[in-house]
């Protein structure tokens, strides 16, 4: 018995907003932007961007050129992959496009007829994806979340962009009001010669009214007003405004005895503070049951082996994983010297961390023991850095962080090990229903 597998379920086309329609039309000759470079499409989560700004990008390309070359650009080439080409292969096809992808070169061959054109795809992580684009010659760009892009990446972007007739395609949710694209696009549409349209989720028909409540819960504070209004604002006060200090710290014997899955989250200081937090998971809740701190400049410099008797005694015998600070290289060797073994380096992206333990709080999906007093104490001094905010970087202040950054590490990366797994699973039984004789 084999699993076949299966084609992609065929794209199902929703009725379009109004926004929606001039995303499709606006660079066509009827369409009084038809002469703009670029456009600029900005807002909220869920708002029905991204998918009618790539099929217009292709519709437009495939209408306009003839072989010619084109750029597509994600942060990463994966979240470009997963969130824009396989829902945008699916609206292709759905329309009569033959699109041929060549993952190891990441290019779409994208034919209709006898015409056939090729978009190479990007990954904009940092100031080092500029080196990718140099160098190649373009006839359109379409940046998916161009304001988690650097400035260097999109200028080289766009400076390729040379073929007569280019256009520019940019998607992206709101940052703070400093932030380059804000002031060096929408800051100037018209020497731009762009045209800026912005979304919220009312302007996505899909969504019922009970899928845009679940999603206004899920974020709190600065991701509300961003990801949810859509607005570029700054990151200001504390940090974890949902902490509720009557709902969210409980007495140590309100804790479950039993749990899903249980870890230790570590953030290892060689000259500052290394904590250790003890965590239970029972469903999609979390528990914080117990801490480890250890001051350097109160109680004394500790070695490396020291702090490895130190995490002994904190495991007291259990199994947990362990996730760390990925830069305590020389701490990790230690441990696995020892034969602790169940050891993963933590992911380290602060505003997504940041953004998942918001979102246990907003969602009463997070605990803290009552005894953890230094946890509960940067908590509330966990704020968000103004100086930073004015440069338009959104940063933390580094100071009595390293509770909140093992806590950070811990929810995080477990909470991204859990999606990958139900994933998975989505994915096996999906093909399980594909089964067949051969």
Request: hydrophobic share 35%.
């Amino acid at each position: 018995m084999t699993k076949l597998k299966l084609k992609p379920p065929a794209f199902k086309w929703a009725p379009f907003s109004d926004k929606q329609l001039k995303v499709m039309t606006w660079w066509m000759p009827e369409s009084p932007h038809h002469d703009k470079d670029a456009i600029i499409c900005d807002g909220s989560v869920r708002a029905g961007k991204t998918v009618c700004m790539s099929f217009s990008y292709i519709a437009w390309a495939m209408d306009t050129f003839r072989g010619e070359q084109f750029g597509m650009s994600g942060k990463t080439i994966g979240a470009l992959r997963r969130n824009v080409v396989g829902p945008l292969k699916r609206m292709l096809a759905s329309r009569g496009y033959h699109v041929h992808d060549n993952r190891s070169e990441n290019v779409l061959t994208v034919t209709r007829g006898l015409n056939s054109n090729r978009f190479f795809l990007f990954g904009g992580r940092d100031e080092s994806s500029q080196d990718l684009i140099a160098g190649i010659t373009l006839a359109g760009m379409f940046f998916d979340e161009v304001a988690l892009m650097p400035k260097s990446f999109v200028d080289q972007a766009t400076a390729r962009c040379s073929v007569d007739g280019a256009k520019l395609w940019f998607n992206c949710n709101p940052a703070g009001p400093y932030h380059w694209f804000k002031k060096e696009w929408l800051g100037q549409l018209q020497k731009k010669h762009a045209l800026h349209l912005h979304f919220t989720m009312e302007d996505n028909l899909s969504l019922s009214e009970r899928v845009r409540e679940r999603y206004r819960r899920m974020y709190s504070g600065i991701f509300f007003q961003r990801y949810i209004l859509g607005l570029w604002v700054m990151a200001e006060g504390v940090i974890f405004s949902k902490f509720n200090d009557a709902v969210h710290k409980k007495a140590r014997g309100w804790f479950p005895a039993k749990f899903d899955r249980k870890f230790i989250c570590i953030d290892y200081g060689a000259n500052n503070p290394t904590a250790f937090l003890k965590y239970g998971v029972r469903g999609n809740v979390y528990y914080e049951l117990d801490e480890y701190y250890h001051n350097i400049r109160h109680a004394g410099e500790k070695t490396n082996g020291e702090y490895a008797d130190d995490l002994e005694a904190f495991l007291d015998g259990d199994e947990y994983a362990i996730f760390i600070d990925p830069s305590a290289k020389a701490f990790i060797i230690e441990l696995q010297k020892r034969g602790i073994v169940n050891i993963r380096a933590a992911v380290n992206t602060v505003l997504d961390g940041i953004q998942t333990v918001s979102n246990r709080f907003q969602n009463n999906e997070l605990y803290i023991c009552a005894d953890n007093t230094n946890s509960l104490q940067e908590l509330v001094s966990y704020v968000w850095d103004e100086k930073a905010a004015e440069r338009g970087e959104d940063k933390p202040i580094k100071q009595n962080d390293h509770t909140c950054d093992a806590r950070r590490y811990g929810i995080h990366t477990d909470y991204l090990l859990q999606r990958v797994k139900q994933r998975k699973k989505e994915r096996e039984e999906r093909s399980d229903h594909d089964v067949g004789w051969m």
